[in-house]
């Protein structure tokens, strides 16, 4: 019962120390209201405009990719650091190699099918498609 104590101490001091960091500065800093405080950080410029910005969804597309296949990279690294010391200590090569060549495959699936929806494919301008329809006319 004792160890339910201690982590029980323990979720008191995570939420305490937080919470009191808040309070205390809450209580200590400064209060000069100013219009100039309460106005969006636009690196001292004067913001104009809407912030409603319509964003290109291919960057987020590709931030995506770009982070499973960064994870892919992570988790190959160690298996090929391994993979020579495990053959040399007399592990089967189909028990070494196979898992990673499924990792790989499932990997290169859905690159595959994120390339077929086009998701690492730009998207192309109104007139480009146009000119390009006009050359298979």
């Known amino acids: 019962m004792s160890e339910w104590i201690a982590i029980g101490a323990l979720g008191l001091v995570a939420v305490g ?5 808040m309070a205390v500065s809450a209580i200590l800093r400064p ?11 636009e690196s001292g410029e ?8 319509q964003i290109n969804i291919q960057y987020y597309m590709v931030a995506l990719l770009f982070l ?3 994870v892919e990279t992570v988790l190959i690294f160690p298996w090929a650091v391994i ?17 990673m060549l499924i990792f790989i ?7 595959v099918w994120a390339w077929r929806n086009g998701a690492v494919e730009w ?11 006009e050359r298979n006319a």
Not at 17 to 21: A, E, F, K, R, S
Not at 31 to 41: D, N
Not at 125 to 132: E, M, V
């Open 68 to 70: 499973v296949f960064d």
């Open 31 to 41: 209060s000069v209201p100013e219009q100039g405080k309460r106005a969006t950080y």
């Open 17 to 21: 120390i937080p919470l009191g960091m």
């Open 123 to 133: 998207v192309k301008s109104p007139l480009a498609n146009r000119q390009k329809t």
């Open 46 to 53: 004067v913001p104009t405009g809407t912030a409603r910005v």
């Open 105 to 111: 495959g499932v990997l290169v699936v859905g690159l």
């Open 83 to 99: 993979y020579r010391s495990a053959l040399s200590q007399g592990a089967d090569l189909t028990a070494v190699l196979l898992p």
